[in-house]
């Protein structure tokens, strides 16, 4: 296919500079479809479980406390505040408002800022509630 050299060329990702407005606009994507195939897997889980037997409960349970379970469950968690904060920052900007730079870099650092602060503070209250 021949390029017209009078049309000017597309800007490209080597042009952008990143910034964190992006960077939240990526991970809001991403954490939607963690929560969508991660989330339902666990709570599927969880819910056959549930219905299945008590053994079958433990072993989920047994899982959930084990480590590498918490790391998983404190992602979906980070995931779940992240994707949250992030579309009330997508709601805003749909209504018209925060399109001004230093604004939409501002909210989206807070985003950032705000789901590892909620995330850190409900694992404060889960663990120490144990």
Avoid: C
């Avoid at 479809?33 to 053994?55: H, Q």
């Amino acid at each position: 296919m021949h390029r017209n050299p009078d049309r000017p060329l597309s800007p490209h990702l080597t042009i952008w500079k990143w910034g964190p407005h992006m960077l939240v606009s990526i991970l809001h994507r991403v954490t939607g479809t963690g929560l969508a195939i991660v989330g339902g897997l666990a709570f599927t889980w969880w819910l056959m479980a549930a219905a299945t037997s008590e053994e079958a409960y433990r072993y989920f349970v047994s899982w959930a406390t084990h480590w590498t379970g918490l790391i998983v469950l404190v992602g979906l968690s980070w995931a779940f505040f992240q994707h949250t904060l992030s579309g009330l920052r997508h709601y805003v900007m749909d209504i018209g408002a925060g399109f001004e730079l230093s604004g939409n870099k501002l909210w989206a650092m807070a985003t950032l800022a705000g789901s590892a602060v909620l995330t850190a503070l409900l694992w404060l209250y889960i663990l120490m509630g144990r």
